[in-house]
């Protein structure tokens, strides 16, 4: 049985993850309507992994005797493009260390531990993308970045 900080611990994150996927569903029609569907499909897949980890978070609160909350964390809508990516990339970059603190608390539950561990290699590839996205906006250009992503 989990103590009860790592049941807020676990609320919380599945608020984050609920939160974020939905922002990143709703960035991926906005960039989709702006004419960018490569962009757009990329941003989707990130909001439907989002929502897979959260949903998984909520199991693994179940498994160890908490209830999960129905809430989710707010996060901005942003229509510029570059800004989108800008705040994942500052978001993904405190999330990995947000989430690197939770692995000690968690020190006692190898398959917590273990399932925050895949966590924090997804967020390192999705930042490792992002970062190769916006040095592609400052190595070509903004305009002709946008115009791969048609």
Known sequence: MANSKQIEILKSLAKAWF???QQHSIHAEIIRQQGFPKLADKM???AEDEWKEAQRVNVRL???GGTPVVAIDDYPVIA????QLEYDYNEGVKGMAELNA???EFADDYITRRMIEEFIVDEQEH?????????LIEKIGYQNYLIQQM
């Open 102 to 104: 939770m692995l000690a």
């Open 127 to 135: 930042a490792n993308w992002l970062a190769e996205h916006i040095g």
């Open 80 to 83: 510029d493009i570059r800004e």
């Open 62 to 64: 179940i498994e160890l």
């Open 44 to 46: 989707q897949t990130e």
């Open 19 to 21: 939160g974020s996927s």
